[in-house]
Structure formats: C-alpha cells, structure tokens
C-alpha cells in the first residue's frame, strides 16, 4: 500500500516536471490556446497576425475564435483559416465554416472552414452540421467547449484521440450523529442517554486517486479511477462510568472504477448534449469480512462499519443518463443515476442507490471556470444475510463551489488546476431503535454534516485524426 501512495506521488511529479521536459526537448510549436501540436493540424491550423507583427498559430478554428472574441478582430492585421478540401490559406473573414458535422477535427465545437459556400454546403449536406460565415461562427464561440463538473458528470464527448491524466486528493469529514434530520454532537448524544452503549463521533476519509479519460469515437469516451483511501474513526465507548474514544484505522485501494458514455444526440450548434452513461467497478479494495455477535439481532454481523470499508467485495454497476447545455457563457449539466450494488460472497450488500445532480459553470475566459454544483442520492439499507442493517442508508443532499484554472501548455496539451469544496445541505439518514436488557432504549447511527473538498492536476491533449 505504500507502493501505491509513491506512485501517486512519483505520478503528480511527472506531471510537474512536463514543462522541465519541454524545455529540455526540441522546439515545436503549439496552438497559443489549448497547447496541441500544430504539425499535428496541418489541415485544420490558423495564423493570426497581430497589428504589431506577432504571430500565433492555433490547431483549428475553435481556438482561433476564441482568441479573436477575447483580442477583438480589430487587433489582427490578418487571420488566415485553411480549407478543408483544398489545404490553401484563405482569409477568415471570407471564409465559411460547417458546424455540427460527424467529423470533430481539432477541439469543440467542430468548425471547419472553406473558401467556398458552395463546398461548406455540399460537406453539410454529406457529413451533417450547418453552415456559417464569419461573424456567425463569432456569434456561436464561448470562452470553452465543455466543462468538466467535480460531483457529477458531464454529457459532452470530447473527440477521438482526446486524453487526460490526472492525480488527485481528496478530504472528507464527518463529526454529526444524526437521526433522522436531527444531528447532534456526538458527546452530548451519548452522555444524555445512559442506556447508550457507544456512538460514533468523527470520521475522516483521505483519498488519492489516479484518473485516465480517453476519447475511443468522437461519440464514445471512457473513463478510469483508481483510489487510494486513509479512512479514520473514533468511536465513543461507554466503559462504566466513563466514555472513552476508540480510534479505527484502514489504509489500501478502493475498488477500481470504470465508466463509458455514449452521445446519444447533439445539437448542430454542439451547445445541447443528451449521453448515456454505464459503469462498474471491480473489487480491487478490500472487504473486511469479520463477523461479531450482535447481541440486539442475535447474530453474527460484519463487524467494520460500512465506512471503514475500502471495497465492496463484488463488482457493482451503474447506469444513467446526462444533459449539458451551453447558454453564452454558461454551462448547465445534469444527471439521473442509479448504482446496483449485488450480494458479496460474505452475504452482505450495499444497498443500491439513486443519484441525481445539477452543475452550473461559469467561464469568464478559456482559462477560468467557476461553478456551483448540487448533487443529491437516497441510498437503499445495507443487508447482512439477508437482515436489514437500520442505521445505513438515507437520503443525502450536497453543495459545492468549485473552479478550474488552466495554468499551463506543454507537452501538446494543458495542465489544469481543479478545485472543489462543499458540505452537506440536507441530510436524513436513517437510524435504528433497540431496547437493552434493562428495558432502556438506545440508538444506532450514522454520521453526518461536516464538509469535504478536493484537489487535481489534469493533463489533457489529443492525438490528431485528421
């Protein structure tokens, strides 16, 4: 396990250490906005020339509209676009570009250029999409293509060859008992009630991951996590007259998760995305399958709380769909998905879950984005041997503030600084009543509020098709 804490680590540095790489190597130059090779873009590549002489080269025309809406046309003596058919070099102002076509060149959405209305149309007609001039295809642009949410999914497809790589960290934390919508601090929980043998007070969870996205079609994408977890939990034990905490540790891999979505439909104008997604994931965490009597249910149960567990001991799935619009500036992605979670080999089940979410993206340039995320999921009992274990499940509703900075191109791609942080806004989990020899009652719990945040560097870059 400490293996896998080092590779993470050796990985982020890697990362890191691209630029260095960069510098070190042979020159070769990329497009000003998303860092790709231009040589990998002969076909699709612009040139801008400012008033002052200086001169940019982007993969495509995407890029180059973006530029222009932040530099402003007046700013450029000249921008040239490559057509398609032809290869030569035509002035983009009289050029004229298909959108929403089958074929994505370059980056989203999928302009391509030609010096003829004629030719634009006749390819429209072949391989989809409509056709703009100049000042439409301006019209159409905003600062990015798609944005990629923290809590939820998106339904945008990036196009074939796309990759991404990234390390990531995450924290959580956890200190409320609640029952129900009642949360309480967990000393005072257990002190009011004498018959209460034992509460849980804090958990922490630490969590580093490596994530791979990869583009299959210019429709298909798929995407890979694998987790490291640090879980931590006090308990608080009621041992005579005094209430002492009991401190639990389990560090190791998470199970291995893996998704694929599909584009179902996309607008011409690519700013309205309808996906379905699929996933699973394979037992790779390990599951503590100790029993303990449980003298309430008079019977042997698994002893670790489900918190603590860092797999669930047999694959699970997962199924969904997703909607991305882009309004101006503005992204919106939302999402219905239910997780299927089988029996385990030890007899015990996670209980299956709806999920629900909504994003709201704001970028203010092709570098920033802003946003606020909502997600929400209702999370059926965990059964042990077929009983239903009353203090799991519930209904969970979270809000989160996030951003994403695209800091640096290298390496034909760009590096991306991604944050998020949030806490729960509304919570009722479900609890379980017995009564003791002595005719006292006490309660079961969970743990709940609290808050969580994480952090990751992504490199993205695409293997040109075209």
């Given at each position: ?347 015990y089940k996670f209980g299956d879950e709806y999920q629900g979410g909504l994003a ?38 979270n809000l989160a503030f996030v951003f994403d900075w695209r800091f640096l191109n290298a390496f ?55």
């Amino acid at each position: 396990m400490v293996f896998f804490r080092k590779f993470c680590f050796i990985g982020f540095c890697l990362i890191l250490l691209i630029p260095t790489l960069i510098l070190a190597g042979e020159e070769r130059e990329s497009c000003q906005l998303c860092g790709m090779w231009i040589d990998q873009y002969q076909r699709t590549g612009c040139e801008l020339v400012y008033n002052d002489g200086k001169t940019e080269h982007t993969c495509g025309v995407a890029c180059m509209l973006r530029i222009v809406q932040e530099k402003g046309v007046n700013s450029f003596r000249s921008i040239h676009v490559k057509d398609w058919n032809k290869g030569a070099t035509v002035d983009a102002q009289n050029a004229w570009y298909s959108i929403g076509s089958q074929l994505i060149p370059d980056m989203l959405p999928n302009f391509i250029a030609f010096a003829d209305r004629k030719d634009a149309e006749a390819f429209a007609a072949e391989k989809g999409g409509v056709v703009l001039g100049f000042v439409g295809a301006m019209d159409t642009i905003s600062p990015r293509g798609q944005t990629q949410p923290f809590r939820i999914r998106q339904a945008v497809t990036p196009g074939q060859g796309s990759l991404g790589l990234g390390v990531a960290y995450a924290y959580m934390l956890k200190d409320s008992v609640k029952v129900g919508t009642d949360g309480q601090n967990p000393e005072s929980f257990i002190n009011n009630n004498p018959a209460q043998p034992r509460a849980p007070k804090k958990m922490e969870v630490q969590t580093q991951s490596l994530i791979a996205n990869y583009g299959i079609t210019d429709r298909l994408a798929m995407q890979m996590n694998l987790p490291y977890y640090e879980r931590s939990m006090d308990t608080l034990v009621r041992q005579g007259n005094q209430v002492n905490t009991v401190n639990a540790r389990d560090d190791g891999i998470g199970d291995l998760a893996g998704e694929v979505r599909y584009n179902l439909w996309r607008s011409d104008f690519y700013d309205k995305f309808f996906t379905l997604l699929a996933g699973i994931t394979l037992p790779t965490g390990d599951f503590d399958s100790t029993r303990a009597f449980n003298a309430a249910l008079k019977t042997d149960l698994i002893s670790t709380a489900p918190g603590m567990q860092q797999g669930a001991g047999t694959p699970t799935y997962l199924g969904g769909l997703l909607y991305s619009h882009k309004w101006e500036s503005f992204w919106f992605h939302g999402q219905a998905v239910y997780r299927v979670s089988p029996k385990n080999s030890n007899d015990y089940k996670f209980g299956d879950e709806y999920q629900g979410g909504l994003a709201v993206h704001y970028t203010p340039h092709y570098d920033i984005m802003l946003g606020v995320e909502m997600d929400a999921s209702r999370a059926m009992k965990n059964e042990d041997r077929g009983i239903e274990i009353g203090n799991t499940g519930g209904t969970r509703a979270n809000l989160a503030f996030v951003f994403d900075w695209r800091f640096l191109n290298a390496f034909g791609g760009n590096l991306n600084l991604r944050g998020s942080v949030g806490l729960p806004v509304y919570e009722d989990l479900n609890s379980q009543d017995f009564v003791n020899a002595g005719g006292r009652t006490y309660t079961q719990t969970q743990l709940g509020e609290g808050f969580f945040a994480s952090l990751v560097i992504n490199f993205n870059t695409r293997f040109g098709q075209y």
